[in-house]
Structure formats: C-alpha cells, structure tokens
C-alpha cells in the first residue's frame, strides 16, 4: 500500500458496504466464516484482533445487534484517530445467537481459528458463565463482559464494564423511599440467575432503610398471566413494585399492572434495566412514571456523550438498535475504550497479563454518561449513576434524568 | 408385523439372490477411515479449530455407534440415547464441580456406570414388562424419558437449570489436564476404538447370530427358546453405557452441557447421523456423523442456510428414508456384506 494511499480509518467503502448492509439487512455473515473488519492500513507489528461474541440472532439480538454497532463505532473511532500507538484493531464477529450451546462453539473460533487478543461480550449472566471457561481458562484470552449484571463475577482477567448491583440499587432505592415516600416493595421476577440475586441484594437495601418486601416471587421467562400476582399487589398494599421480569413475560405483565390502576393510585413501578429501547416494548401510557437507575440516558446533558449519539446515528441512520446503557452497550463502549487505554499504557503489548494489568487500573475521562475508572484488584469500574423517570407526552416517551451520583463505586470481588 | 423384521427378511431376499462371494468392501472402509482418523490431527496440526471439530466428530460417532446397536442390531427405535448421553455429562460435571474431581480413570468408567444405569433401568420398565413391546411403544417410552428429563433438568437450580453446567473441571491424567486440541482427540479417538472394535466382535458372535435371528423372526427365536427381550434389553443397556461415555467425553470437551444434551432433539440427531450413514453396519454411523457434522461446520457461517438448516438435514433424512434406506454405506457395500457371516457357518465353506 502506497504511503498517500494509507488514508486513516477503514476503508470507507468497504466500510459503507458494510453498514449499509447491516442497516438493510440487520446483519450479514461473511463466506469465509463469520465476520470480519478490517482496517485500511497495515502496521508492522500487524493489527490488534479484537473478537465480539454477542447475540446477534435469537431472543435477545436487538441488544446483541446494538452491541455489535457500538463496537463496530467504537473501533472505527479508534482506527479513524490513528490506531492504537499506530496498531489498527481488526474486529471480529462470532454470533452466540442468545444459545449457550452453540456459542460455546462459536467463542472458540475466535480463539483457536482467529486467535483474537481480547474478546468483547455475552449480554445474560448465563451466557457469561457458558463462554468465561472457553475464553479465559481454556482460551487463555482476555475477556471483557459489558452488562449490569448480578454481580459477584471475580475471575481473573475477566473484567466487567457495566454496573453492579451497589452502583444500581445504593441510591435508586433510598431515592424511591425518601423522597417519593415508598415503603412496601413487591419483587415479581423471572426465574434465573440475575433476578435471585439482584434482589437479594435490593433486599438487603430495602431492608436497611427501614422498607418491607411484601413477596419475591419467581415466574417462568413466558409467563402470561399475572393476575394473582396483580391481587397480591393489591391486598398486600404494595406501593413499588421492584420489577425484573424480561420479555417475553415483561408485556402482559406491565400491561396488567397499569390496567389494575396501579400507578393511577399511587404506586412506582421500577425497574433496574429500563433503558430507551424497552420504552418501546410497551404503550406510551403504561410507562408514564417508571422510575430506572443506569450508567447512562440519553437525556442525560454531557457534551461529550451528546457528540458520540451524533456519530452513531451518523454511521447507523435510522437504526432500531440504540446507543443506550440497558443492552450492555454503553459497557461495549468503555470495554472498548479501557482496552486502549490499557494497550497504550503497554506500550503497544498486547500478552493477556500484561494488557490485565494495565487494564486493572484504567481510566477514561470521557464516555457516555460521563468518565469510568477500573477499581484496582475488583475487576468492576466505578461510574456515574443516574435515576432517570419516564415521561409520557402525545404517545411519545422520554426519560427525565432527576438525580446523578459522581463515580459510584461497585463494591465487587 | 412391525417393521425391522419385514426389511430384515427383504435384505434376506436379496442376500439368497447373490451367492457369489464378493470383493469385501466393508474392511476396507473400516482401515481407510480409521487411518484418516488417526491421521487428521497431524494433518490439521496448526487449525486448532479443526482439530476440536474432529474430536466432536469422533465423540459423536461414539454416540451414534450407540444408536446403531439399538436400532440397527436389536431393532428398538431409541428416541432417548441423549438422555444417557445428558445424564453422563452432567454427572461428570458434577462430580468436577462438587467433588474437585476429573480424573478420566475414574470419571469415564463412572460415566459408563451412569449410561448403564440409566438405560438398565428404562430397559426394566420398556422391554421386561409383562407384555412384549412394540416398537412404536419403544420409540415412544424412550422418546418420553428424554423429554421428562431435559424438562426436569431445566427447572433444577442444582444442576445449573435452564442455564446449564459450564467450567466445567478440565479432564485430568495424574497431572496432565486435556484442552481441546489433539491429546483430546487422541482419547476420544480411543474410546471410539475400544467401542468400535468391541460392538464389532460383539455383533458378529453367536451372541450377534442370535440379533440377527431375532431381525429375521423375533417369534421364531422365541419359540426355540430364546429370552428375545432379554437380548434386546442387553443391547440397550450396552448402548446406553456407550452413550454415557461419549456423553462424558462431549461435556470434558466442550466445558459446556445444557438441558439441551439430555433431550430429544440430541436424540435425533443420533437417529440422523445413524440412517444417513447406513444403519446395521457400525462403521456407518461414523461416516454420518462425520459427514453432517462437517456439513453443518460448513454451512452454519451462511446465514442464508442457518435458519434452514434443520429443515435440510430433515429432508436429507426423507430422502434417505425413502430412496436409500442403507444409508450412504449402502451405495457402496452389498446387502450380504451388510449383514454378514457368522462363526462356524463361514470355516465351513
């Protein structure tokens, strides 16, 4: 490649073919197996592979496919400014297709057959724990998992850049007893891993500030029908109802609940992983004062966050997969940005202790609802937190951001 | 009258039909498979990724050889192999996870134990009954215990539930700890040896002459004095523990099981890998498996073809069924050389 020829940056058609597709089409696999992108120019030491596992088909692609983007955005950014200390990062995509059998698979092609220096991904818990063996035991590789999650994920060189249950409870919890004046919680769950322990722990909050929990219970993922959990509400004078239900169950029963009146007599529907796509799950009108607690809104006023929301819809107009912090992608981003920042300070070393190290004490000034920092020896970051309170206006919804707490810490490992 | 016995007596037919003795085949592709079996991992030695499908390959043989011994030698259309297979893996699993041990010395044989267990105890329940069974009861009782299990398992928070069991502890020797990669393949292309070669001398005993008497006319052997069920339940047993031990070898490989290894849909791709290469004949299943397998290592990066996979390798079985019921193996090995000699019958001649 000639020297005038070494134009920063993917290759801009090969890129827009690229996207293009991707918009058109969701997503497109390459012939050679998987996905690949790769970088215009060529460097001496070769690029940087960095893999993405995420679930780009199955029950929850519309979070893996909003991942995929926001790394996808994250790198060109990276590769557009030069690099790492002038290394491009090669992306690589293995879909885990929401099936922890068949990612199993997948995630060790990205070792074994493309040998990638980091892996970036898995959105449920449970996906976690099926590819943290391939990727970090057996693989030998780097890991960085971008989702809220239940926390209590210690492994070592797996790193975690969404928040924890202290960054999401420590404060949407007393806010909701304090000030809104809420006493007695209801837990409707689904029945896996994340729930059981994110309520214990909101439990434990709950609890200390002098509130009661009036029942936790635990529903099959496609449950339909809630009316005696919609009665139990009622007799027991619940006043929040603690949700962590997920789709599919997630509709009918929010819908239910807003018919029993609920919320017109008073309650606060809250839900820890509400972010501006699952707005879109529901009518405007049942959402109407649903009260959320994550790392980043879109309504939230940083400039910084702001110019990234315009680069995304600039690479990706009129995406249905959103830049926000619900989907693990506002983690994808920081996972993205601590490993440069990692790399750089190796000085361009890319061995798997070498990068952890660095990795353990990262820090980045500027991300999508402010900086984040590794909190040394915990593998968990600490980040600002918002509470935000939905608000319904012509059929249109928005989040209202009403309290933010400056670099939360997450209190893991 | 239920089917193997119709088709057996038509293979009959046609074995009469051809008295010549023939050129055996049948050897051939045995050495010719085996070699490139024992070749590949040298062959592939620097795709790491191939080499782990290979071994997935040969542990999938193992468990389609175990289908073969039911269907293609007893005649029990065995929808359940997966629950021996699911069963063992997740034992093995357990026994890492809770017990902090892994050595294939003793997991192995346990898993053997857990297979035989299991499938001793369906036998008991399907086929020692009062009255005979027939097959579609067979297919339809084994067919409920995979399905009982895997929806038992996916509600279990001992066993993991629906998220299943994953790090799982690395198969062990003394100190030696196997990843994927070819010490693995070389363990599991043992076993395959070991249950080939021992479902091979097995089948073409006296004890496999009476198998095949019973393909023929389950009654007449009845009536001669044979414990026909009995046989039969000594051959499911003996392919459950196969199962089991593939079951265990697939978990130590794939550091993953799921509900999803216990169930019926497992339990037909055994069926699929079986009929594809040609029921009856041992090697057979191994070139099914192998084939689907690399097919579906091919194909699964097309997304045009994912989403329809399932519906292709269900068509590929109608066809099969339908146009070539011997299977790939039977387009090049004869209806006689299928079947086989037995014993004295063949030092006569």
Known sequence: MSETDRTRGISRRHFLNGAGALTAAGWIAGFTGGWVLRPRWAHAAGPIKMGIATDITGAIAPSGNANWQVAQFAVEQINTAGGILGQPIELHLEDTASDPKIAVGNVRKLIQERKVDVVLGGITSAMRQAIKDPIVNRGRTLYIYPQLYEGQECTKFLFNTGPSPAQQCDRLIPYIMKTLGKKRFAMPSANYVWPQLLNKYARKVIEANGGEVVFEEYYPLDQAEYSATISKIKDGKVDCVFNTVIPPGLQPFVKQLYESGFQKNGGVLSCVYYDENLLNYHPAAEMEGLISCLDYFQAVDDPFSKTLQQGYAKKFPDTKYLFTAGSASTGMYRGVKFYEEAVKATGGKLGREEVAAALDHAVLKEGPGGGAAMVPGHYHAKMNMYIAVCKSEGGKTRYDVIDKADMVDPREC | ?349
């Open chain 2, 1 to 349: 009258m239920d089917v193997p016995t119709t088709r057996a007596a038509a293979q009959a037919r046609k074995v009469r039909g051809s008295n010549k003795l023939r050129f055996r085949v049948l050897p051939i592709v045995e050495v010719v498979t085996f070699l490139l079996l024992l070749a590949a991992p040298f062959i592939l030695a620097e795709r790491t990724a191939l080499v782990t499908l290979m071994t997935n390959i040969v542990i999938l043989s193992v468990f389609a050889i175990s289908f073969d011994l039911c269907w293609g030698f007893s005649g029990i259309m065995s929808f359940g192999q997966a629950l021996f297979f699911g069963a063992a893996g997740y034992v093995v699993a357990l026994v890492g996870r809770d017990l902090d041990f892994s050595q294939l010395l003793g997991t192995l044989p346990l898993a053997l134990l857990v297979g035989g267990l299991l499938s001793a105890a369906l036998a008991a329940f399907l086929l020692l009954g009062r009255k005979t069974p027939t097959s579609i009861f067979l297919a339809f009782g084994t067919l409920t215990g995979a399905y009982a299990a895997e929806r038992l398992v996916s509600g279990w928070q001992y066993v993991g539930a629906g998220n299943g069991l994953s790090s799982i502890k690395l198969m062990a020797f003394g100190s030696f700890e196997f990843v994927e990669g070819p010490a693995f393949y070389f363990v599991a292309l043992a076993a395959l040896v070991v249950v080939y070669a021992g479902s091979r001398v097995l089948v073409r005993s006296q004890f496999g002459l009476v198998l095949a008497g019973m393909r023929q006319n389950e009654e007449r052997l009845a009536f001669f004095g044979y414990r026909v069920q009995m046989f039969k339940a000594v051959m499911f047993i003996l392919a459950g523990m196969i199962a089991g031990l593939s079951g265990a070898l697939y978990s130590y490989h794939q550091g993953f099981t799921g509900p999803g290894n216990l169930g019926p849909g497992l339990s037909t791709t055994a069926v699929i890998y079986c009929l594809f290469g040609g029921s009856g004949t041992l090697i057979g299943p191994v070139l099914g498996t192998g084939a689907i397998e690399l097919l579906s290592y091919v194909l699964a990066d097309t997304d045009a073809i994912r989403q329809f996979w399932p519906v292709i390798l269900g068509l590929v079985l109608l066809v099969v069924v339908m146009f070539q019921p011997t299977g790939l193996l039977g387009l090049i090995v004869s209806a006689r050389e299928r079947i086989g000699s037995f014993g004295l019958r063949r030092q006569a001649r």
